[in-house]
Structure formats: C-alpha cells, structure tokens
C-alpha cells in the first residue's frame, strides 16, 4: 500500500539569460509551485491511476515517492514505512519504472534484469530464475538474450519493467509507460498489469500515471485527477463521470481539471 499525504514541493527555476539587458542574479530567480497538495491511497490488488496533463505535478510526486528528493511539507509511506525516514527500506518495497527506462545497451536483456537482481540482494541463480519468469509474463522471451542496443521502444519498456520487477516488488510505479509504444506493446503492459493486480499475480499495489484518458478507462481500478500541482478528484471512472455530470470519460476530466476554462 501506498500512502501519499497532501505533498508538496516548490524549485528555485534559473531565468534566461539575454544579452541585451544585464539581470541580476535575484532578479532572473523565480518560484516554482510544482506539487501543491496532492493526496494519493493506492491499495493493494488495485491498480490506481495518476491523471493529468503534461506538467500536472505527477511526475515530482513520484519522484518524491521514489525518494529522489523530500517534499517541502507532507508525508509518503510505503507499507507503513516512512519515505523520509527510511527511503531505502521503502525504496525496497517498491519496483519503479520511470520516464527514462536507461537499460544499459551493450547487455543483453537478460544481464540488464539479473544485474538489478543482484542490486536487490538476489543470489545470481535466484535473479537468473527470476528473468526467465518475467520474460514469460511479459512475452520476452525472444530478445531475452539479445543485446540492448538496438531494442525497439517496446522491448526497451517489457525489459525496464523486467527489471524493475526483478526482486518481486509489493507495490509498483510507473510513469507514464506507454510513451511511445504500439498498440500490441501497449495491449501487452496492460494484460501483464491486470495479472500483477491479480491474486495469481500476487495482488500487487499499482501506481499508474498517465495523461492518457483510455488508458485510465481500459486498466485503472480508481483515479486520482492531478491539476496545477494539485489532486482535485478521486474516485473510480463511473464516480467521475457522475461527479462532473458527463457521459465521457474526456469531458469528465477537463471538466475537473480545468473548471475555470469550462466557465469560461
């Protein structure tokens, strides 16, 4: 389970540089409110949707989940265990895949799964087994053994995914997956998510970010909208389309997200 409590997070952002006109180095400094209060429960045996708009704030609050950096005020827990008190013990609790899937190219798929393995303390026999039961899941088992380098954008995801699943994580977090993806790469992460969320799949915990309303529609269990650096409905896609008095999934959204511009 995880537990993402009214989180926070603002930068300093760097201004431009002109050469025209001299700025001082407080003049060209400015605040940025990325996260302003998003709250997230995602349970286990659920898959648990992040919907917004690109610059929503989804991708700092899962980076503060990962632990990357602590937000300005909230609280993330992972199984009960604090983030900012004990991120890699959380951090342990979790298999991440990010927006940069970063395998490295000149191992094979099978050497990128078994090298985090062994990250995770995995005996090399155990990861080893471990890749060969991910590569069934994920239908894999074809570029397995070939080197990364070269690796269409689906078969990056399938072995990134691999990998962060390696050490059979409780809870699982991915960030916008399908970038990029084809319609039969994209038909395979959702069916190998439904098992994960499965009991034969181990009931994991899912976090599903995404500003891709089929996506949400077609995998997520509930959906927490993300607005400007804030989470501004929840519930799953039937009690948002109620909520907003729409009968699609898209006019329900926009309507949540970005009331202001529906009045207007």
């Known amino acids: 389970m995880i537990e993402i409590q009214d989180v926070h997070k603002q930068f300093v952002a760097q201004g431009g540089s002109s050469l025209f006109k001299r700025k001082s180095a407080k003049d060209s400094k400015r605040i940025v409110h990325a996260v302003q209060g998003v709250s997230v ?5 659920r898959i648990t949707g992040l919907l917004g708009a690109n610059g929503a704030g989804k991708t700092t609050t899962l980076r503060m989940l990962a632990g990357l950096f602590l937000p300005d005020a909230g609280h993330i827990a992972v199984d009960g265990i604090a983030v900012k008190d004990a991120p890699l013990k959380a951090l342990s609790r979790m298999g991440i895949l990010g927006d940069a899937h970063g395998l490295y190219p000149r191992l094979s798929a099978r050497e990128n799964i078994v090298y985090f393995g062994r990250l995770q303390g995995m005996a090399p026999e155990a990861a080893n087994a471990r890749a060969e039961e991910l590569a069934r899941l994920l239908e894999m088992q074809s570029i397995l053994d070939r080197r990364a380098d070269g690796f269409s954008q689906g078969e990056r995801m399938k072995t990134a995914l691999a990998r962060a699943l390696v050490h059979d994580p409780a809870n699982i977090v991915l960030d916008e997956p399908t970038n990029g993806l084809d319609v ?3 038909r395979a992460l959702r069916e190998a998510l439904r098992w994960l ?4 799949g181990g009931s994991k915990c899912i976090i599903f970010s995404t500003h891709i309303m089929q996506e949400v529609e077609q995998l997520c269990d509930e959906v927490v909208v993300v607005s400007k650096g804030r989470s501004v409905a929840r519930g799953s896609v039937p009690e948002l389309l109620q909520k907003a008095g729409e009968s699609r ?3 329900a959204f926009v309507k949540l997200a970005f009331p202001e511009e529906v009045a207007a």
């Open 41 to 45: 429960t995602a349970a286990n045996g």
């Open 184 to 186: 039969l790469a994209t």
């Open 197 to 200: 969320r499965s009991p034969e």
């Open 249 to 251: 999934f898209e006019d």
